[in-house]
């Protein structure tokens, strides 16, 4: 009875530990793969915060073992900063019920054609799939109202931008498209895992005022259109 009481008493102490495991024993490790200079961590490793990590701002992350022995999507999280605000279901190869609302002028980007514009970009997914840094499957959508919001700045404005987000051979990809006022905006994007990413958009519209505008971006006019095309590094 004492030798079951004792291996009783040990696992329980065993469990205690895992269950209060401090969140910030795992900091270090996420500070090395993402190259963040510092962070700072509480709570557990079941429920805890990041905070200030740079451009997700604080981070909420729960993690469910009932869920990870189900095969369902183990770890909930939530980031808040002035920038952005994520929240969803992750596993290491799959996001499931992904919110993301990004404000663009703060948006962390390469582009300086970015800098100081108003409106956000949105993005669901209900899920997205990746090995390898290939992307699997995916189904979600993205919008855009950033061609609206900077109207009396441009003196132009261009509608809202939706479409649906795929994977194609490896890639997300994305077609947008805008209609309004007779103006027609088509934008088809690919990002690839590594971080390569390409864009090409067509403007067809007859504000006069889209041609004082559009150049300013990169575009060409052809005929009676305007486009872009474009490779680069997104990450």
């Given at each position: 009875?004492?030798?079951?009481y004792?291996?009783?008493a040990?696992?329980g102490?065993?469990?205690a530990l895992?269950?209060?495991?401090?969140?910030?024993w795992f900091?270090n490790?996420?500070?090395?793969?993402?190259?963040f200079?510092?962070?700072?961590?509480?709570?557990?490793?079941?429920?805890?915060?990041?905070?200030?990590?740079?451009?997700?701002?604080?981070?909420?992350?729960?993690?469910?073992?009932k869920?990870?022995?189900?095969?369902?999507l183990?770890?909930?999280?939530?980031?808040?900063?002035?920038?952005?605000?994520i929240?969803?279901?992750?596993?290491?190869?799959?996001?499931?019920?992904?919110?993301?609302?990004g404000?663009?002028?703060?948006?962390p980007?390469?582009?300086?054609?970015?800098q100081?514009l108003k409106g956000?970009?949105v993005?669901n997914f209900?899920?997205?799939f990746?090995?390898?840094?290939v992307?699997?499957?995916?189904?979600g959508?993205?919008s855009?109202?950033?061609?609206m919001?900077n109207?009396?700045?441009?003196?132009w404005?261009?509608?809202?931008?939706?479409?649906?987000?795929t994977?194609?051979?490896?890639?997300?990809?994305?077609?947008?498209i805008?209609?309004?006022?007779?103006?027609?905006?088509?934008?088809?994007?690919r990002?690839?895992?590594n971080?390569?990413?390409?864009?090409?958009v067509?403007?067809?519209?007859?504000?006069p005022?889209?041609?004082?505008?559009?150049?300013?971006?990169?575009?060409?006019?052809?005929?009676?259109?305007y486009?872009?095309?474009?490779?680069?590094?997104w990450l």
């Amino acid at each position: 009875m004492n030798k079951l009481y004792i291996l009783f008493a040990f696992l329980g102490c065993i469990l205690a530990l895992v269950l209060h495991v401090p969140l910030a024993w795992f900091s270090n490790g996420v500070i090395q793969k993402y190259s963040f200079e510092k962070i700072d961590a509480s709570g557990t490793l079941w429920e805890g915060h990041l905070w200030n990590l740079q451009d997700l701002g604080n981070v909420h992350i729960k993690l469910d073992i009932k869920n990870y022995l189900e095969k369902k999507l183990p770890i909930s999280f939530k980031t808040i900063s002035s920038s952005m605000i994520i929240s969803g279901d992750a596993s290491q190869t799959q996001f499931k019920n992904i919110n993301f609302i990004g404000q663009m002028s703060k948006l962390p980007s390469r582009d300086g054609r970015l800098q100081d514009l108003k409106g956000q970009v949105v993005i669901n997914f209900d899920e997205f799939f990746w090995e390898e840094q290939v992307c699997i499957s995916s189904k979600g959508d993205f919008s855009t109202n950033f061609l609206m919001k900077n109207a009396l700045k441009w003196n132009w404005a261009g509608p809202l931008l939706s479409g649906q987000i795929t994977c194609d051979n490896g890639e997300i990809v994305s077609r947008l498209i805008g209609e309004e006022d007779n103006q027609t905006i088509t934008a088809d994007i690919r990002l690839s895992l590594n971080g390569n990413y390409s864009l090409k958009v067509r403007v067809e519209t007859l504000d006069p005022y889209a041609d004082l505008v559009l150049p300013l971006f990169g575009f060409e006019k052809v005929d009676s259109d305007y486009r872009l095309s474009e490779q680069g590094t997104w990450l």
